[in-house]
């Protein structure tokens, strides 16, 4: 049972973070909700990466070191897309 709470509490984290990503940046973003739950969790574990390496074994990344990061992930898929700092660009689904 344990291991289901930890889950569901990763999950919200992941939805938290990458949700406050979306808002951080304007424009609307054609993310999905399991999307942003996943840039959120890939924004939190690399954050806990850069926190461990910079601060020791006991420091995480925290809030606002995973806030940026993943702010940084949303960014860069603004841009992959063809979007900008303020607009998301065009995503155009792959032609058959």
Do not use: C, N
């Amino acid at each position: 049972m344990e291991f289901v709470v930890f889950i569901a509490i990763l999950a919200v984290w992941g939805l938290l973070i990458g949700a406050f990503a979306r808002l951080a940046l304007p424009g609307k973003d054609p993310l999905t909700i399991p999307q942003t739950m996943a840039i959120g969790l890939a924004g939190s574990f690399i954050a806990g990466l850069i926190g461990y390496l910079i601060f020791g074994e006991r420091a995480g990344g925290g809030f606002l070191l995973s806030l940026v990061v993943t702010v940084g992930i949303v960014y860069v898929i603004r841009r992959r897309r063809g979007g900008g700092l303020v607009s998301p660009g065009t995503h155009e689904p792959p032609r058959s």
